[in-house]
């Protein structure tokens, strides 16, 4: 299915992702960030009571990256790895196989991953962008850039997209969209706020779907 020009995924469709969970072992996820780590945070205690997934560790890239101290609190696996890692991706892909990830979950995470890790977890890598992409998407569009931009321009809705990431920035097929009600007098840090609701409800909930090849939550009606 197409949406404004990208292609929107069917999971269940989707022979390569969809999987048996009838006494398989746990599926195991990374999760890469770059800042606060509060989808980090969720995520984590989401699954905390769903045995079927795991969370193996959080990968950062920042070294002040408050995620890794929630990482610590969480009783987490974590570990930084510069830039030059990344762009390199030999010893975080080591390190992704020790720790037996069989996805990537990006949550906040601000570098593009080379080709050698997409390669390495294909179509098993998704990210989640705070608007409702192809709108408000590319380098350089995260956070408050985002809801400035929406805000700047009139918009009267925003909201979230999962997708599948591959070597572009926000760019791949989609799995979920969620939406809010941007109003008139709503500034940045309105929307922002609206934009984090969506992501504490569904997200935890779309990498579940994803993982498991289940069907993905719906949002009966955007949130106002």
Not at 68 to 76: C, D, M, N
Not at 144 to 166: K, M
Not at 187 to 192: E, G, K, Q
Request: proline share 6%; with cysteine; charged share 20%.
């Amino acid at each position: 299915m197409s949406q404004n020009g990208i292609k929107v995924l069917n999971i269940m469709e989707n022979n390569d992702i969809t999987q048996s969970t009838h006494l398989q072992p746990p599926i195991r996820i990374a999760i890469l960030a770059s800042g606060n780590g509060t989808n980090a945070q969720q995520i984590t205690e989401y699954f905390a009571t769903r045995p079927q997934v795991q969370v193996a560790c959080i990968v950062y890239n920042k070294k002040d990256a408050y995620v890794a101290e929630r990482a610590k609190r969480l009783g987490v696996e974590s570990r930084y790895f510069g830039k030059r890692d990344f762009e390199e991706a030999d010893s975080v892909l080591r390190y992704l196989r020790q720790q037996r990830a069989d996805w990537l979950v990006l949550a906040g995470f601000l570098l593009l991953l080379p080709p050698k890790l997409l390669q390495a977890y294909p179509r098993r890598v998704m990210n989640i962008h705070p608007a409702l992409l192809p709108r408000y998407g590319g380098k350089g569009m995260y956070g408050h850039h985002v809801h400035q931009a929406v805000v700047e321009h009139g918009e009267r809705e925003s909201g979230i997209t999962v997708h599948l990431a591959d070597e572009h920035f926000d760019h791949g097929d989609i799995l979920f969209q969620a939406r809010c009600a941007v109003s008139p007098t709503d500034t940045p840090d309105d929307v922002a706020a609206k934009i984090h609701l969506l992501e504490k409800a569904y997200y935890p909930a779309v990498v579940e779907a994803a993982v498991l090849g289940t069907p993905m939550p719906t949002q009966e009606k955007p949130l106002a």
